[in-house]
């Protein structure tokens, strides 16, 4: 504040002017009322910075009512006016800004459905290629190898079941002859043991068809067939496999292997079959001349219980 006498800038506080000793306290009831922009805010939009003391120093007095003129009502009042199209061009500018996001927002929507449906394709070809990779190594790798072992130990079986038959069968009359279901279950059971790979293995007749039950590396299988005379052999026929033990033997396999051993069991007994019959639990079979036999070829039939002693034959 300057002394509105001399002129003289005046310290903070000051209740009389050093340079002609006017008192402070009426200079500023004096300028009170002069100054009618004081009722209003001190600062507002586009109001210019209050300088410190140090620098209005030297800042001359005119300066003063030019100031008080900014801060008068007109003035006052037009300041919002003057903002007014800024929150417009603020509104105008934001527009686009908003209207982007809404886009982006909605292309991303657009290929989020793309994205899962090119995961999804992706996948299947996968599972694809493993399942087509799992099939081929069973069929050109496992497969065959369970395969060659299940027919070897079902072949060492058969063959020792063949071998136990007595040879006192070879004496027997041509005529009619009753194979039971136990005496055949007999032979196999002697012949395999519950570590092997082909085990319970166990023989069912019925009139219409003849079974075999039993199981290969722990699963269950089930082989069907129908023993027929064929120029004087015993052949099976109409073999099927059922049950998971299908996959690793072929009804191929077992026709193989039986027709093979009952080749064996008719040259030990040492007859040529006339005509074969399946009833409950029993097989009849028809026996001809001994020494008959013109090629290789039967079942066992005839067989005496299991514990005779052997004879020599003479």
């Known amino acids: 504040m300057n002394c509105p006498k001399c002129n003289t800038l005046l310290e903070t506080n000051a209740r ?8 402070v306290s009426a200079i500023a009831l004096n300028n009170t009322p002069a100054n009618p922009a004081s009722s209003y805010p001190p600062a507002y939009i586009g109001e210019p910075p209050t300088l410190p003391l140090e620098q209005q120093r030297n800042e001359p007095l005119v300066l003063r009512p030019g100031y008080q003129q900014v801060s ?6 037009s300041a919002p006016q003057w903002s007014q199209p800024q929150a417009a061009s603020a509104q105008s500018q934001q527009s686009p800004y908003y209207q982007t996001g809404v886009n982006t927002l909605a292309s991303n929507g657009n290929t989020r459905p793309r994205r899962r449906g090119r995961g999804c394709l992706v996948g ?3 599972l694809l290629v493993l399942l087509l990779l799992l099939v081929g190594g069973w069929f050109l790798l496992l497969r065959p190898y369970l395969n060659d072992l299940a027919k070897n130990k079902l072949d060492n079986i058969l063959t020792d079941a063949v071998n136990n038959i007595p040879p006192q069968v070879a004496l027997a009359p041509a005529g009619p002859v009753n194979v039971s279901e136990n005496l055949l279950n007999n032979l196999l059971v002697l012949s395999s043991s519950p570590n092997d790979i082909v085990k319970n293995t166990q023989i069912h007749i019925t009139p219409n068809t003849m079974s075999m039950q039993f199981q290969v590396y722990g699963f269950t299988g089930t082989v069907n067939g129908v ?4 120029q004087g052999r015993l052949v099976i026929t109409n073999v099927t496999v ?3 033990a299908g996959l690793i033997l072929s009804a191929e396999d077992i026709t193989a292997l039986a027709n093979k051993h009952l080749a064996a069991a008719q040259t030990r007994i040492n007859h040529a079959i006339v005509s074969v019959q399946m009833k409950n639990q029993e097989l009849d079979l028809v026996f001809g001349a001994t020494g ?8 066992p039939g005839g067989l005496p219980p299991i514990g005779t002693p052997t004879l020599p034959v003479p």
Do not use: L, M, Y
């Open 16 to 23: 009389f002017c050093p340079r002609c000793g006017e008192q």
């Open 72 to 77: 008068q009502p007109p003035a006052h009042g």
């Open 124 to 126: 299947f070809i996968s």
């Open 227 to 230: 023993p027929k005379v064929q």
């Open 242 to 244: 059922d049950g998971i």
């Open 292 to 299: 008959s036999n013109p090629t290789p070829g039967g079942s």
